[in-house]
């Protein structure tokens, strides 16, 4: 009976730490972005003030709020309960593991761990730089994948990030889906995963096919270990939030309404990285 427990709890566990992770990474990118854009607003609206009058002040706004990215939300009641269960799961668990682990492990291996992860994903960059037709991100991604792996040690280091002719490149199926003329449909917060489009949905099949972290955790037979691909993200997950409960508790903070802010902002933020 116990070892049947055990099997219950321990995937969902990880799972959960897995999982929020990427809810708060895709929060915390969202979040940065709207407290960027309030600032440059805030800037813009100082010198309007002090070269213009009110009723300019006013036309700009009114301009302002028109370009502002709007996405369906109908499943807001349930999507907002979502968002409250994901960010007491974080203050509850999350959060004090991941300040133990901060704390125990050394920042250089941390980031290490991080580096190596994101260079070992590089085939859902180039993948998705080739479905979009963008030859030349696709071959800066090569490029950047290629000097990482080498001079970089497998990625650990980041060679390529003191050349500003390689920048990096976010792309995701989801992306790619915009590029051709898919929209957003609606907005979802899932449970553990954290806020998406039904659209941006479709970066599960990025991780399911594309990411080498699936293919270590397969066995001999090409079947997928649960197991180790549960420990696997997990791990990696966790480590990369040890990089972000700062951000995350500043932002919580900074806004009145946390999940209309993310909402906004991510949809905002995903907006921009299909412009680019």
Same mark, same amino acid.
């Given at each position: 009976?116990?070892?049947? !427990?055990?099997?219950?709890?321990?995937?969902?566990?990880? &799972?959960?730490?897995?999982?929020?992770?990427?809810?708060?990474?895709? @929060?915390?990118?969202?979040?940065?972005?709207?407290?960027?854009?309030?600032?440059?607003?805030?800037?813009?609206? *100082?010198?309007?003030?002090?070269?213009?009058?009110?009723?300019?002040?006013?036309?700009? +706004? %009114?301009?302002? %709020? %028109?370009?502002?990215?709007?996405?369906?939300?109908?499943?807001?009641?349930?999507?907002?309960?979502?968002?409250?269960?994901?960010?007491?799961?974080?203050?509850?668990?999350?959060?004090?593991?991941?300040?133990?682990?901060?704390?125990?492990?050394?920042?250089?291996?941390? &980031?290490?761990?991080?580096?190596?992860?994101?260079? &070992?994903?590089?085939?859902?960059?180039?993948?998705?730089?080739? !479905? $979009?037709?963008?030859?030349?991100?696709?071959?800066?991604?090569?490029?950047?994948?290629? !000097?990482?792996?080498?001079? *970089?040690?497998?990625?650990? $280091?980041?060679? #390529?990030?003191?050349?500003?002719? =390689?920048?990096?490149?976010?792309?995701? !199926?989801? $992306?790619?889906?915009?590029?051709?003329?898919?929209?957003?449909?609606?907005?979802?917060?899932?449970?553990?995963?954290?806020?998406?489009?039904?659209? @941006?949905? #479709?970066?599960?099949?990025?991780?399911?096919? =594309?990411?080498?972290?699936?293919?270590?955790?397969?066995?001999?037979?090409?079947? &997928?270990?649960?197991?180790?691909?549960? #420990?696997?993200?997990?791990?990696?997950?966790?480590?990369?939030?040890?990089?972000?409960?700062?951000?995350? +508790?500043?932002?919580?903070?900074?806004?009145? %309404?946390?999940?209309?802010?993310?909402? @906004?902002?991510?949809?905002?933020?995903? #907006?921009?990285?299909?412009?680019?």
């Amino acid at each position: 009976m116990k070892k049947l !427990l055990a099997a219950a709890v321990i995937p969902v566990f990880f &799972l959960i730490v897995g999982g929020f992770n990427v809810s708060f990474a895709s @929060d915390r990118e969202a979040g940065n972005y709207l407290l960027a854009q309030q600032s440059q607003e805030q800037s813009s609206r *100082g010198e309007a003030a002090a070269e213009e009058d009110d009723e300019y002040d006013d036309e700009y +706004d %009114d301009e302002y %709020d %028109d370009e502002v990215v709007q996405i369906n939300d109908p499943l807001y009641r349930l999507n907002r309960e979502f968002f409250y269960f994901n960010d007491a799961m974080y203050v509850a668990i999350l959060r004090p593991l991941g300040i133990g682990y901060r704390t125990v492990i050394p920042s250089e291996i941390r &980031l290490s761990i991080k580096n190596f992860f994101h260079n &070992l994903r590089f085939p859902i960059r180039f993948v998705n730089c080739l !479905l $979009q037709a963008k030859g030349t991100k696709a071959m800066e991604e090569f490029a950047t994948f290629f !000097l990482n792996s080498t001079v *970089g040690l497998a990625g650990i $280091q980041t060679p #390529a990030s003191y050349y500003d002719n =390689l920048p990096p490149s976010p792309e995701d !199926l989801g $992306q790619t889906l915009a590029v051709w003329g898919a929209g957003h449909g609606f907005f979802i917060m899932y449970p553990i995963f954290g806020p998406s489009s039904l659209r @941006d949905s #479709a970066t599960f099949i990025d991780t399911l096919l =594309l990411d080498p972290v699936s293919w270590m955790a397969s066995n001999r037979q090409g079947n &997928l270990d649960f197991w180790t691909l549960v #420990a696997l993200r997990a791990g990696i997950l966790f480590n990369e939030l040890s990089f972000q409960i700062d951000d995350i +508790d500043a932002l919580k903070e900074a806004m009145l %309404d946390p999940y209309v802010a993310f909402r @906004d902002a991510y949809v905002e933020r995903r #907006a921009k990285l299909v412009a680019e």
